[in-house]
């Protein structure tokens, strides 16, 4: 059985990395009395797949991977049993059934993520960065350059913005997530910062993840749903 976990990484945990959040999970499950699948061969390990990793220095309530059980577990002991053993920081959010089949991997399913953005300064910024702010949005385009693996390229990110609007001392983002297309934040931010002259640096920013989407594919521009509603709760 195949079961999606959301789980929220806050405080302290956001300057651990992903190779090392992944380490913790398996060792949590380990604790936890989970039946958990593993793979065949020499070196056995957990099945577990993990959807688009959070950067470090990121906070996130919309943590996703998928793990292969041997033993059918209601989801609500699941939730109980992992956050039993967490620590501060670390918390199960969701624990739901998904299809077996490869194309429900959490990774390939990814197309959109929700962001909001907040300034560690704002005492910083002029009165009126949100008037700006909101004249930068309303451009057809919006280049920037940025590195890939191959060197550094120019291209339009206004595309992979799908919505924003500003939230508490913040801004909402909702943009292009997954494999392709996959668009940072910040990325959008600093391109404003920039074209506006204002201070910013690589500690300026205070990014939180909302939610991780799948598109559904339908007749409808950008019909995404939430990664963890793609399965059913275990009763």
Known sequence: MKIRIKFAKEGAMKFIGHLDIMRYFQRA???AGIDVAYSEGFSPHMIMSFANPLGVGLTSEAEYFDLVIRTEYPSQELINRLNDVMVEGMRVLNAVQVPEEKASKAMSLVAAADYLVRFRYPETLPVD???KFST???????TVT???????KEMDIRPLVYSWHFEEDGIFLQVSSGSSDNLRPELVVEAFAKANDLPLNEFSL?????EVYADLGSDKEHDFCALDALGKTIV
């Open 129 to 131: 960065w949100k008037d």
């Open 206 to 210: 205070l990014i939180h993840r909302k």
């Open 29 to 31: 499950i380990r604790r």
């Open 136 to 142: 930068f949005m309303k451009q057809p385009s919006i």
């Open 146 to 152: 940025k590195k890939t693996k191959k060197g550094e």
